[in-house]
């Protein structure tokens, strides 16, 4: 065979060689492609929507203190704290009382509980609160919340509120109570105790910056409904010590906010 006519021949084949090569790579990529866009499919068709929202959250927030009264009738300060009652309004998003296993609650806990921005003075805790006791400067130690908090849910007609439990059809809210301890003590006050007034007013007196105590509280909320579906959404929640009309300073403060927390299906 002539030398030209034996090198066309390995060239060609060279090139059906090289050419098979690349189709072969071309079937594998675009099977591959197709693996991908099929799981795709798949994700964005998974219902991810949730029955669950948090649309409403009350705050209430004071301050209190432990005090003894002296001879000359000027009293010291041994515990000055902040503290903020918290309500949270958990909405399943039912206006016509039609309740199912989707939209009703089997288990509810917080988790993750952490203070994202720590005040400069004090001791923060978290604390679970009797509904019935929230806005009074009471709390309840024992109560104090480490790490996360369970939920019992109940059906019944009546539930003891003095312990952690919601109703499945998310009639009550998740009642909490925010404590900053500590500000103050052995901090006396020359002014007479009738002119005193035990809560906020006392922050101020007692030389307490709102910047000083300013705090966010962060924690995850997780929902299983009674199909055994489990739904979570973030919180990172301000302590509110002042609005555009008012500070904690007046004594207390009110605030009823508005929120858009949508909870997602895991």
């Keep these: 065979m002539p030398k030209k006519k034996y090198i066309f021949y390995v060239v060609l084949t060279l090139l059906i060689l090289l050419l098979i090569f690349l189709s072969f790579l071309s079937i594998k990529s675009f099977t591959q492609n197709l693996k991908s866009t099929k799981a795709m499919e798949n994700a964005l068709n998974v219902d991810l929507t949730s029955p669950f929202s948090v649309n409403k959250i009350v705050y209430f927030s004071s301050?209190?203190?432990?005090?003894?009264?002296?001879?000359?009738?000027?009293?010291?300060?041994?515990?000055?704290?902040q503290y903020t009652d918290i309500a949270i309004f958990i909405n399943n998003n039912v206006n016509d009382g039609n309740y199912n296993a989707k939209n009703t609650l089997k288990s509810v806990s917080l988790s993750n509980i952490s203070f994202s921005l720590q005040p400069s003075i004090g001791t923060p805790n978290l604390y679970f609160k009797n509904i019935n006791?929230?806005?009074?400067?009471?709390?309840?130690?024992?109560?104090?919340?480490?790490?996360?908090?369970?939920?019992?849910?109940?059906?019944?007609?009546?539930?003891?509120?003095?312990?952690?439990?919601?109703?499945?059809?998310?009639?009550?809210?998740?009642?909490?109570c925010y404590v900053n301890s500590g500000l103050k003590s052995n901090y006396t006050l020359t002014d007479n105790m009738s002119h005193i007034s035990y809560d906020g007013t006392l922050l101020k007196r007692c030389g307490?910056?709102?910047?000083?105590?300013?705090?966010?509280?962060?924690?995850?909320?997780?929902?299983?409904?009674?199909?055994?579906?489990?739904?979570?959404?973030?919180?990172?929640?301000?302590?509110?010590?002042?609005?555009?009309?008012?500070?904690?300073?007046?004594?207390?403060?009110?605030?009823?906010?508005?929120?858009?927390?949508n909870f997602i299906k895991l």
Aim: proline fraction near 3%; glycine fraction near 0%; include cysteine.
């Design 133 to 176: 006791d929230f806005a009074n400067n009471s709390f309840d130690e024992s109560k104090k919340i480490e790490n996360n908090l369970d939920f019992e849910v109940s059906s019944e007609d009546e539930i003891d509120y003095s312990k952690p439990i919601l109703y499945n059809n998310c009639a009550n809210p998740i009642t909490l």
């Design 63 to 81: 301050a209190n203190a432990k005090s003894e009264i002296n001879a000359n009738s000027s009293f010291t300060i041994n515990d000055l704290y």
């Design 208 to 261: 307490i910056t709102l910047n000083s105590i300013a705090c966010k509280l962060s924690f995850v909320i997780n929902i299983t409904n009674n199909l055994d579906e489990v739904y979570s959404c973030p919180f990172i929640l301000n302590i509110p010590l002042s609005t555009e009309s008012s500070t904690v300073y007046d004594g207390s403060l009110t605030l009823n906010s508005s929120v858009d927390y």
